[in-house]
């Protein structure tokens, strides 16, 4: 995906196993408030990433403290974030982080904290 | 999910048999790309939407035919809609239509399109 100057990551929990109807829910939801973010206090950002096609990767998380150490890392480098939690009217409790929306960012800054974590 | 007066469908096909970062990376083009029409064209619906929380459901077509014809039912009732197709870099041919995003849009218009089908 090398030649995408700008993009989001999702990194989703894969301890929760959570059905794939949850999956596209959850993972909507962190595009559309991560997007959101950027919208908002990273326009040049945004708007470069949707004229670029909205390049959006799904990665693995392997637990909630996982998700909340990528959110810290991400906030210091002042990049957009979305942290998830579930309304818990289904499949999970109340409160669960189900994953965190990264970006849309310039791509080498995204690397720095997404770039070795296994796609979703 | 009878108490959020706005939703957002996202309707994605079983029949391509999407694994899972797929499903999520769809999930979210089509939750961000809906959004935004939402918001260029229908800001007051986006606005109570945001508000409420963002209320989204994920559920099934069997076929390409099948997302077609809910983009057809829903440009007709003049909601917003996304229709995403893959870039084709990885696991699907360039081009294939994978999911559909409606809304947000108030629910019981929403429900005249999305209200029978299933849960994906």
Known sequence: MSEFKYKQVIVLRVDLRMSKGKIAAQAGHAAVSAAE?????????WKAW??????????????????????LKAKKLKLPTAL???RGLTELPPGTLTCLGIGPAP??????????LNLF
Chains 1, 2 share one sequence.
């Open 107 to 116: 791509s080498d800054q995204m690397d720095k904290i997404t770039g070795e």
């Open 84 to 86: 998830i939690s579930d």
């Open 50 to 71: 949707i004229e670029e096609g909205q390049c959006k990767i799904a990665v693995k998380a392997g637990s909630e403290q996982e998700l909340l150490e990528l959110e």
């Open 37 to 45: 973010q950027a919208r908002k206090h990273y326009s040049d950002w």
